[in-house]
């Protein structure tokens, strides 16, 4: 059997190299033929991820933020043989490990490799591009997009929710339509979460119904309110219970086009994607991951 290795050796504050002997032993110690690949720039996990498919490895373990991830899954997306995949999140957020109950702590999470099970996830597709979380669509995305290495290495979620303030005050407005499964709504949203999983900027169970393989876009319309509705919603956010609120609404749908009197740049799993208008779909159960057993 072979194991493909993928690490970031800058993510979560260049711990990486601290964990990868560990983590190759623990491959080694399953049975793994272990080929190590470090990245150096953007998109090397990319394609690290491609090779893995195309010399039909078995095992594919990637360890890094969310960038890492999100770049392993661009790889895995449009092949033919897509290998088992899980990673050792190392980021400041790591939204799509607290979806799928993957430890936070490295040292668990490698671990976790020994005695995890398998399950298939939906990945979700925005243009030519792939993403396993998050595309925020508003003003505050735009803002989340100018936030720096630093601040989120400082701060993790907080760095977010500070540009997101930004917004907030200066109150712009930007009419939206999306035409979803089901109709179409048209608006001036504070901002739009088109979510795959529960977890959104380090909050888990923010979008409460969300599943990882139940084949649908989660969709939250946040209304322009002022810093008193903000309030309100954020207590709703630690509660899992967002959608309850009357400043929202959701809509569950497996494709939506997105368009805006102005184009506004989406947030795509923490990094800056591409600006609106925006077709974003779902593909069911696409990627076999290898997860923790939940209790």
């Known amino acids: 059997m072979k194991a493909m290795f993928i690490y970031n050796p800058s993510s979560g504050k260049a711990d990486a190299e601290q964990f990868k002997e560990t983590t190759i032993n623990v491959l080694e110690g399953l049975g793994y033929k272990v080929i190590i690949k470090e990245t150096e720039k953007q998109n090397d996990a990319t394609v690290f991820a491609k090779e893995a498919c195309a010399e039909k490895i078995d095992f594919l373990l990637a360890m890094g933020g969310d960038g890492t991830i999100n770049e392993v899954v661009n790889g895995l997306a449009e092949q033919l043989h897509r290998p088992l995949f899980s990673f050792i999140p190392l980021g400041t957020v790591n939204d799509f490990a607290r979806a799928l109950g993957i430890p936070l702590d490295p040292h668990l999470a490698i671990e976790a490799v020994k005695m995890s099970h398998t399950q298939m996830v939906d990945i979700g597709q925005i243009g030519d591009k792939y993403f396993m979380n998050i595309v925020a669509i508003g003003e505050i995305a735009s803002r989340v997009a100018e936030a720096t290495v630093e601040q989120k290495t400082k701060m993790g979620s907080l760095a977010y929710l500070l540009e997101g303030m930004k917004a907030i005050i200066s109150d712009n407005e930007v009419e939206m339509t999306i035409t979803h499964d089901s109709g179409i709504w048209k608006g001036t949203p504070l901002l739009l979460l088109v979510a795959l999983t529960n977890s959104v ?95």
Do not use: W
């Not at 939250?220 to 609120?245: F, H, P, V, W």
């Open 201 to 295: 900027g380090g909050f888990e169970k923010m979008i409460n119904s969300a599943e990882v393989n139940d084949g649908k876009l989660h969709i939250y319309i946040i209304k322009q309110a002022g810093l008193t509705s903000i309030a309100r919603m954020g207590a709703k956010i630690l509660l899992g219970n967002l959608e309850k609120d009357n400043g929202v609404e959701m809509i569950e749908t497996s494709s939506v086009l997105i368009e805006s009197k102005k184009p506004l740049y989406c947030n795509v799993d923490g990094d800056e994607g591409d600006c609106t208008p925006l077709e974003i779909k779902v593909l069911p159960k696409h990627i076999k991951m290898l997860i923790p057993l939940k209790d």
